[in-house]
């Protein structure tokens, strides 16, 4: 198994338009405060973070807000905005991190994949690492062939949010799915004990499963001696 590689976080570098973008974001957010849903989604996300408890709609709202009449940024300025939001305490800023890097993944390159690691792996749960595996490691893949190379070795890592990554970076792949390194990905995770790596293969298989529901089952039903309970049901959920 490969340790996980010891990293420093990425430096935050220069940016006027994260500037910008975070004065107005810290300005905006706290305005939509509620302590009663902050608590609640304290405790659902199991402590991970704390919240200001703003609804996902209003947030999405007071981010447009946030945006209005900003430039597009370049990957310094996605770096710049991402590594400042991972740096607040509450959660609500991470998300609208999430929700920038979704909108403009294709203005970064494969140098911008250390920064996705870092968001991965600090305060991770699946609530930031799901989305940032399908929507932004999977398109810096799709972009650069060459980081392939990067989710085989993630795969293998002790760090289960980054094997997890690897896992789900595909998930959005429809037809354009490599097959053969999804199952690979899989059998080599198959005795992972944790949930959050079962329930991963699990999914990649049954989203991958709406392209190809044929090779799916052909190869749950050679596997189903190495795959847990919980992938196995997970995969085969839709059949």
């Excluded at 494969?110 to 600090?122: A, D, E, N, Y």
């Excluded at 989305?131 to 999977?138: D, E, M, R, S, T």
């Excluded at 992938?231 to 959920?237: F, I, T």
């Amino acid at each position: 198994m490969t340790t996980s590689a010891v990293t420093q976080k990425p430096p935050v570098p220069d940016s006027a338009l994260a500037d910008t973008v975070l004065e107005r974001l810290t300005a905006v957010y706290p305005t939509a405060a509620d302590p009663v849903r902050a608590g609640k989604s304290f405790a659902y996300m199991k402590g991970i973070a704390p919240f200001l408890g703003i609804a996902t709609p209003e947030r999405r709202a007071l981010s447009r807000s946030v945006l209005a009449g900003t430039a597009r940024p370049d990957e310094t300025d996605c770096a710049a905005i991402a590594l400042r939001c991972w740096e607040l305490p509450e959660r609500e800023y991470q998300y609208f991190a999430v929700d920038y890097l979704r909108r403009y993944s294709g203005r970064c390159s494969s140098g911008f994949l250390p920064v996705v690691r870092h968001l991965v792996t600090t305060v991770p749960w699946w609530d930031t690492v799901d989305p940032l595996a399908a929507h932004v490691a999977g398109p810096l893949v799709t972009a650069d062939r060459a980081l392939t190379d990067d989710m085989d070795r993630w795969i293998d890592d002790e760090d289960l949010w980054v094997a997890r990554t690897a896992l789900l970076h595909q998930l959005a792949y429809k037809g354009g799915t490599d097959a053969a390194r999804l199952f690979d990905h899989c059998l080599r995770r198959a005795g992972h004990p944790g949930f959050f790596i079962r329930k991963a293969i699990g999914w990649a298989l049954r989203e991958y499963a709406k392209t190809d529901p044929a090779a799916v089952r052909e190869f749950v039903e050679g596997a189903r001696d190495r795959l847990s309970p919980l992938s196995v049901r997970e995969a085969l959920k839709h059949f």
